[in-house]
């Protein structure tokens, strides 16, 4: 059995923290971070805003995150080994066929690209208030820093505008507090998960 989950969310929110949490506990899981595909800093446009257009979907190589996805759906096993996930062992499963593979897709806007849309079989989306995500943001060290008024002037008004975007699509999302513990952010969606698994065997 195949199953993706894909975990959205504000920038700062705890998406990558979570993300790490479930790897180590769920069985056969690999993740793909679309922060991995960005595009080359000297491939992003300034926008009217007078910024570097990081926070929209043109800023990322959304076809090659598309494939790496299939790729994974094509062949899981083979796409867990080439990067480094170690699998359940046969001996640990009664039928090696019925094994269930897992994948993580997370990242900022995964719920505004339509090539993706239908390949999730969870969607979770973690939110945190302007103050908090702005403290957030404001300790985080990036390759390439933030310019001053960045947030402000282009993370938030992205963000709520792609929001907005995602929520007219009424897609089946389970929405997150941020502001709770990681502890209780985990333990929520694992439970959920655990039990989504047990209802498609």
């Given at each position: 059995?195949?199953?993706?989950?894909?975990?959205?969310?504000?920038?700062?929110?705890?998406?990558?923290?979570?993300?790490?949490?479930?790897?180590?506990?769920?069985?056969?899981?690999?993740?793909?971070?679309?922060?991995?595909?960005?595009?080359?800093?000297?491939?992003?446009?300034?926008?009217?805003?007078?910024?570097?257009?990081?926070?929209?979907?043109?800023?990322?190589?959304?076809?090659?995150?598309?494939?790496?996805?299939?790729?994974?759906?094509?062949?899981?096993?083979?796409?867990?080994?080439?990067?480094?996930?170690?699998?359940?062992?046969?001996?640990?499963?009664?039928?090696?066929?019925?094994?269930?593979?897992?994948?993580?897709?997370?990242?900022?806007?995964?719920?505004?690209?339509?090539?993706?849309?239908?390949?999730?079989?969870?969607?979770?989306?973690?939110?945190?208030?302007?103050?908090?995500?702005?403290?957030?943001?404001?300790?985080?060290?990036?390759?390439?820093?933030?310019?001053?008024?960045?947030?402000?002037?282009?993370v938030w008004p992205m963000y709520l505008r792609?929001?907005?975007?995602?929520?007219?699509?009424?897609?089946?999302?389970?929405?997150?507090?941020?502001?709770?513990?990681?502890?209780?952010?985990?333990?929520?969606?694992?439970?959920?998960?655990?039990?989504?698994?047990?209802?498609?065997?």
């Amino acid at each position: 059995m195949k199953y993706i989950i894909g975990i959205g969310g504000v920038t700062n929110g705890g998406k990558t923290t979570l993300t790490n949490k479930l790897i180590k506990t769920l069985p056969n899981c690999c993740v793909v971070h679309q922060d991995d595909f960005f595009k080359k800093p000297d491939q992003i446009e300034v926008g009217e805003d007078g910024f570097k257009q990081w926070d929209v979907i043109t800023a990322l190589d959304m076809e090659a995150m598309t494939n790496t996805v299939r790729g994974w759906m094509e062949n899981p096993v083979k796409f867990a080994r080439s990067h480094g996930v170690p699998l359940l062992s046969s001996s640990d499963v009664r039928n090696p066929d019925e094994q269930t593979h897992i994948l993580i897709v997370e990242g900022f806007l995964l719920y505004n690209d339509q090539q993706l849309l239908d390949v999730y079989d969870k969607c979770y989306y973690i939110s945190i208030p302007y103050e908090e995500c702005k403290r957030r943001r404001s300790t985080r060290q990036y390759t390439v820093p933030d310019p001053p008024g960045l947030f402000d002037g282009h993370v938030w008004p992205m963000y709520l505008r792609h929001r907005r975007e995602m929520e007219i699509l009424s897609l089946n999302i389970e929405y997150l507090d941020g502001l709770k513990s990681k502890e209780e952010i985990y333990n929520q969606v694992y439970e959920d998960i655990h039990n989504s698994l047990l209802n498609r065997l």
